[in-house]
């Protein structure tokens, strides 16, 4: 299968030093990266800006903002299968983006914000995937996003749980399908639920 998978976080600049963004690492989505190429599917990765390695045989895109990161899953989704949206894209972004460093005494205390684009909802035409990192009502906000984004199944996670959080290695995982059925794993390293993951993917 062609596979695309995002990974990280996405950066908002509000001016050539300074952007909005989370603590997302992009480990889960390397690790998905890695387990699908060694399963031999072609794998394009884009990923937001992360520190690090690109797993081997793996065709990575950098991007920056979630625009770039909508433009390269477009791109990339034109020949693809399957989608595997792990990235944490900013849901919102600085209104306007200053060419030069904005001074204090230019700046109100207040900043306008405009809507980022849903890459996982806007992208047509493959098998989607998705991740809900969720500190309340984690299964009944995955069973939502599921169904309004089209996706196959979702990957649901509480992110205050020990090991479940940010840059940790391991994740305690269910997965949530449309109709309802949900699937519950212990808690596991991140390459394991990339196992986990490409085993259900190769059912669907
Ligand atoms: N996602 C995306 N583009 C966005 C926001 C989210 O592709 N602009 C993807 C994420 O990669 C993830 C899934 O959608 O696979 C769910 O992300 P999440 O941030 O939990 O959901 P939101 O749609 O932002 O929902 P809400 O703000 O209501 O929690």
């Known amino acids: 299968m062609r596979v695309i998978v995002t990974a990280g976080p996405t950066r908002e600049y509000l001016d050539p030093v300074r952007f909005l963004s989370n603590p997302s690492t992009g480990k889960m989505g390397f690790a998905i990266a ?33 625009r770039e990161m909508l433009a390269a899953v477009k791109k990339a989704a034109q020949r693809a299968d399957i989608l595997i949206a792990t990235a944490a894209v900013a849901d919102w972004r600085p209104a306007k983006c200053a060419a030069q460093k904005l001074k204090k005494s230019q700046m109100s205390g207040t900043l306008k914000l405009v809507r980022n684009p849903d890459i996982l909802k806007t992208v047509k035409g493959v098998r989607k995937i998705g991740f809900a990192a969720e500190t309340n009502d984690v299964l009944a906000e995955a069973v939502r996003k599921c169904r309004e984004k089209g996706l ?53």
């Open 152 to 204: 196959s199944f979702i990957v649901a996670n509480d992110v205050t749980k020990k090991g479940s959080g940010f840059g940790t290695d391991t994740n305690k995982v269910t997965f949530v399908f449309a109709d309802g059925t949900l699937k519950f794993f212990p808690l596991m390293t991140k390459a394991r639920v990339a196992k986990r993951i490409l085993d259900e993917v190769s059912c669907l």
């Open 34 to 66: 890695a387990e699908a190429a060694r399963r031999g599917h072609e794998v394009t990765l884009v990923a937001g800006p992360v520190a690090l390695k690109t797993p081997n045989r793996v065709h990575r895109v950098d991007v920056t903002s979630a």
